[in-house]
């Protein structure tokens, strides 16, 4: 059995990528095509995140077809316009200038789905929701391989998920979890988008992390 540890400057390239890990948009994507062993790095790390059971319930279908990219682009098109309306005012008139998608920039788009299986699955019988966390382990792990090979990703969530699955093709095992978008940028950005465009800040950590239980909070928060 192997056992390998880590040396300083190893954890410390491993905190840079996730520290400078973005979401990236439209504005942002080259036509540049991904090369296929770049993009298999990338779905190879989401094959090796952690799954309940090791049930590796995440499927990935792999998008390359204009017409098929449209077909998403339409299905965002609609919610978008819907999801406006839940802003008010100058929020609002915010929301409708920032970029949230690069569908058709994008060489590469990936729809992720979450394959439910009928048997019991060791560690998923308390909490069903777990099998779709662990999708969401696998979306992470390429997020962050993607980052580390210098391509971009884009996660797009304003998508009608029963549109999603009936333009793909899903069964009734299959729910559609996220709709990434991969390819080479003209720019990475330090910080988030949305808070250099002034939509939100980064919390501090007194405000996201506490000691014991909810109700310590104020005299003893971790720091
Ligand atoms: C579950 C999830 C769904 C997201 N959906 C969208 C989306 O539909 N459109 C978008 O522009 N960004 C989306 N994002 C990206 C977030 O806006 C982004 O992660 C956040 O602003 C922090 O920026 P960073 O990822 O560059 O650090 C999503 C991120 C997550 C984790």
Not at 98 to 121: C, T, W
Not at 141 to 154: E, F, K, S
Request: hydrophobic share 40%; glycine share 6%.
């Amino acid at each position: 059995m192997g056992h390998r540890e880590f040396e300083h400057h190893e954890q410390r390239i491993l905190e840079e990528i996730m520290r400078l890990r973005r979401d990236v948009r439209g504005n942002r994507f080259l036509n540049t095509p991904l090369e296929e062993q770049v993009l298999d790095q990338i779905l190879h790390a989401g094959l090796l995140a952690p799954s309940v059971g090791f049930s590796q319930p995440w499927r990935i279908i792999d998008i390359r077809n204009r017409e098929t990219k449209q077909g998403v682009a339409k299905i965002f098109a609609e919610e978008n316009t819907e999801a406006a309306k839940q802003f008010e005012d100058q929020r609002r008139q915010q929301y409708q200038q920032l970029k949230l998608e690069g569908i058709l920039e994008a060489p590469v788009n990936l729809a992720v789905f979450y394959q439910h299986s009928d048997e019991a699955i060791l560690g998923q019988t308390s909490m069903p929701v777990v099998g779709e966390y662990s999708t969401v382990c696998a979306i992470q792990n390429m997020w962050l391989m993607a980052r580390a090979l210098n391509v971009g990703m884009g996660w797009v969530s304003i998508l009608d998920r029963k549109k999603m699955e009936a333009l793909l093709g899903a069964s009734r095992h299959q729910k559609f979890v996220a709709y990434l978008c991969l390819g080479y940028v003209d720019k990475f950005y330090d910080q988030p988008e949305l808070e250099m465009r002034g939509w939100e800040q980064r919390k501090r950590i007194e405000e996201l992390i506490f000691r014991d239980s909810f109700s310590s909070q104020g005299s003893d928060t971790c720091t």
